[in-house]
């Protein structure tokens, strides 16, 4: 084999590495939730973004949404991690012959939903946290 087949073959495995990266995770990890530990009461309530209504929420109500929001979470990963298998062939084939990789499904709104639900969480979690629920 000469040297501008090894080139290829080089090309190619490293377009299979970089679809493989691209299609391989559904999401990027949420941001860490705020803390008391740094911020005031006040600060972290404007960093929420929590409103009155989540304000007079007891502690039942509260961990009823919160197992709302869990359950919302598992489907919209559902939705994702049905669409994996189909991901990982088109990026296999993608890195051996281009156009496969339209075939793939990037889930936005099952991703751009989990990072809202993962924000009405954090909310839930630290009005739990601030009333002493448990």
């Known amino acids: 084999m000469c040297a501008s087949n090894y080139k290829k073959i080089r090309v190619y495995l490293c377009a299979a590495l970089a679809l493989g990266f691209l299609f391989g995770c559904a ?8 803390t008391r530990a740094n911020k005031s009461d ?14 007079i929420m007891k502690c039942p109500e509260l961990g009823s949404a919160l197992l709302k929001v869990n359950e919302a979470i598992d489907d919209n990963e559902l939705v994702i991690k049905g669409d994996r298998r189909k991901n990982q062939i088109v990026g296999y084939l993608g890195a051996l012959f281009i156009l496969p990789v339209i075939g793939a499904e990037n889930n936005g709104e099952a991703k751009e ?22």
């Open 42 to 55: 006040a600060e972290i309530l404007k960093l929420l973004h929590i409103n009155e209504a989540d304000l």
């Open 113 to 134: 939903n989990l990072e809202n639900l993962q924000v009405r969480k954090d909310q839930l979690y630290y009005l739990k946290s601030r009333k002493d629920c448990k």
């Open 27 to 34: 999401r990027s990890a949420p941001d860490l939730p705020v």
